[in-house]
């Protein structure tokens, strides 16, 4: 690892040159190497830009909720509480793995007893990469994006996907 | 490692899908349900004499089962997605990443020359993909930009 002002040949990972002390940390931050990775890696949520929730009460009913995803053709719906607090996300893949076939009569039943509580969030200042790094650690496919602990927007895996393919056939 | 260059000359066979899960159109929309659910996925693939006749996704059991109480009974047929929009395996990334933000899918179920389905195409394993191809990038990503502590360390 040479350092860029007096050529001194550092070991690798070197925090500062060994001979004259400038701070070679940023030597080994990750650079992006074409357009679509300087893109992630530098623009944040709020370009793509992020959708308004849809959102239901904790008290709604399944049902209720499930007619406003099918209405509003959204894959999941925020359940926000007093003072539009995020309590919860509802989505598809909950309808699959909690109620499909597991409940009878869960028409009726409050949302609230099938969401995942305390999803995970973004802010619409991070970073797309950051927010790509969540969907894939996690599998999730949206992402609320909040202010102040109050949901502002949602993104989805396909708003990222969009954004990256536009830069890749533009 | 150029990422433009490589969504559009990497072919899809590449990702290393897994084999796909299939039915009969004559099978339930319960069995399908069960085998999703055991085997967490978002989709199975509906194949009758060797040939692909839809898929059923959980877009599917939303829209046509849940949110207009039909009964889970119901057989394949009478509910599934019927000719799916599908890649070929020689197809590039890029292109069936395209296909899926421009038709809103998140499963295309892919082909071979003989138009035997190979394997499923999730949304999933695209971002997989991105993921993999730059992980200093997106890896070294602090867990959270905006931690911020609220009090000084020590006196």
Request: aromatic share 4%.
């Amino acid at each position: 690892m040479i350092c860029p002002n007096c050529g001194h040949d550092n070991l690798p990972g070197a925090e500062e040159c060994a001979q004259c002390m400038q701070d070679l940390t940023h030597l080994d931050r990750p650079s992006a190497q074409d357009r679509i990775e300087k893109a992630l890696l530098e623009e944040p949520v709020s370009v793509l830009p992020p959708a308004r929730p849809v959102t239901v009460r904790p008290t709604e009913t399944v049902r209720q909720a499930v007619q406003t995803m099918v209405e509003n053709s959204v894959g999941a719906v925020l359940v926000v509480g007093d003072g539009g607090k995020l309590l919860g996300i509802f989505s598809e893949r909950d309808v699959l793995n909690r109620l499909a076939g597991l409940h009878d009569q869960y028409e009726e039943l409050p949302v609230s007893h099938f969401m995942t509580p305390d999803p995970e969030t973004v802010s619409a200042d991070d970073k797309l990469a950051f927010a790509l790094h969540k969907m894939d650690g996690g599998g999730y496919r949206h992402l609320p994006v909040m202010a102040d602990g109050i949901p502002q927007g949602i993104i989805s895996v396909r708003d990222i996907l969009r954004y990256v393919s536009q830069l890749c056939f533009e | 490692m150029d990422l433009t260059k490589n969504l559009k000359i990497e072919s899809v066979c590449r990702l290393n899908m897994s084999t796909p899960v299939t039915l009969s159109p004559r099978d339930s929309v319960r069995q399908a349900v069960a085998v999703m659910q055991q085997h967490r996925i978002g989709c199975v693939v509906v194949v009758q004499d060797g040939k692909l006749a839809g898929i059923f996704t959980e877009r599917d059991l939303l829209k046509r089962i849940v949110a207009v109480g039909r009964p889970l009974s119901l057989t394949l047929a009478e509910c599934m997605t019927a000719k799916p929009v599908t890649v070929r395996s020689s197809d590039p990334i890029g292109k069936a990443m395209r296909c899926m933000t421009e038709g809103g899918y998140r499963h295309l179920p892919v082909l071979d020359e003989q138009d035997r389905v190979v394997g499923v195409l999730s949304v999933r394993r695209i971002v997989r993909y991105l993921v993999e191809h730059f992980p200093q990038t997106v890896y070294n990503q602090p867990p959270d930009p905006n931690a911020v502590q609220k009090d000084r360390d020590g006196a």
